[in-house]
């Protein structure tokens, strides 16, 4: 029997460091273990840190004995690791604001609790975000189960930027909000395949927003609100990544990077009450304060 996992304080953790991961999770031990060890065999940035938050009905995913042993393995090569418990629920929202408030590094990783990173992934998002200045940079995840769905049609939503991402200001109905389509599926995965990329090289394309594994500068992502619209919308809302990388896009930019090393897990969703998209709440009150 292993002994007693070691859960870290909120003192030990906060530090001025490169990078730190944020991990929302719920009633998904065999999911967070297999973040988690994606997380560990990550190299090219020594010493980021990993906050994993748990909601779960009963015990914390992270005392599964899978997803404990991957956290003493992150903790063995060096990476500071922050287990917590955020209970009652208050929304998908709330929880990514306090997820936030943990952490003090130039940069916050939010990554879904169902998303395996090969290796190398981190490595070239931090390239890629201190390459291009911008508000966040993301990788779309995969659905493998979609290899071999081929869908051209939406291939076309793929453009690239030719310099630093510009801020955007991107609404529902404009040919900019049907960029997300590409991310749907293995999509993606197929436009990577036609680019025929060098070894090591990546490209930085324009999006609406991206799900499950997103790089924010967290100074900018802060200074775009970060996800303190929690209080202005029900508990039971979806949507909330999306709200946050709008208003980071309207003020700093923001950009997909290619290849994408985000593989999806397809597991069901723990999200199943959506009676409200935050963006949609966001968005109408942003509209409603402008002048007439």
Same mark, same amino acid.
């Given at each position: ?8 304080? @909120?003192? +030990?953790? !906060?530090?001025?460091?490169? /990078? ?5 999770? =719920?009633?998904?031990? #065999? $999911? ?40 003493? @393995?992150? +903790?063995? !090569?060096?990476?500071?690791? /922050? ?5 009652? =629920?208050?929304?998908? #929202? $709330? ?198």
């Amino acid at each position: 029997m292993s002994r007693p996992l070691d859960l870290g304080t @909120a003192e +030990r953790f !906060r530090a001025e460091r490169l /990078l730190d991961v944020l991990i929302p999770t =719920r009633n998904r031990p #065999a $999911e967070l273990a297999v973040t988690l060890s994606g997380l560990a065999a990550q190299e090219g940035v020594p010493g980021f840190g990993v906050v994993v938050s748990d909601q779960s009905d009963g015990d914390a995913a992270y005392r599964h004995p899978a997803s404990a042993t991957m956290v003493r @393995a992150l +903790r063995h !090569r060096g990476h500071p690791v /922050l287990l917590t418990r955020r209970l009652p =629920r208050r929304g998908l #929202a $709330e929880h990514r604001a306090y997820l936030l408030s943990a952490s003090a590094a130039r940069y916050v990783l939010c990554l879904d609790d169902d998303v395996w990173l090969e290796p190398g992934t981190l490595g070239r998002l931090v390239t890629a975000i201190e390459e291009l200045g911008c508000g966040f940079v993301g990788n779309a995840v995969h659905g493998l189960s979609y290899a071999d769905d081929v869908r051209p049609d939406t291939h076309r939503h793929y453009e690239e930027w030719t310099g630093r991402p510009t801020p955007e200001r991107i609404r529902p109905g404009t040919p900019e909000w049907d960029r997300a389509s590409i991310h749907s599926a293995a999509n993606l995965l197929h436009v990577t395949r036609t680019l025929d990329l060098p070894s090591g090289a990546w490209r930085a394309y324009k999006v609406s927003w991206i799900g499950g594994c997103v790089l924010y500068d967290r100074a900018k992502l802060l200074d775009s609100g970060g996800f303190d619209f929690w209080r202005r919308v029900q508990e039971k809302h979806q949507g909330e990544d999306v709200a946050a990388q709008l208003a980071v896009l309207a003020r700093h930019g923001g950009a997909g990077v290619l290849p994408s090393g985000a593989y999806h897990l397809e597991s069901p969703t723990t999200v199943t009450d959506r009676d409200v998209e935050a963006w949609e709440v966001v968005l109408a009150e942003e509209d409603a304060a402008q002048p007439a």
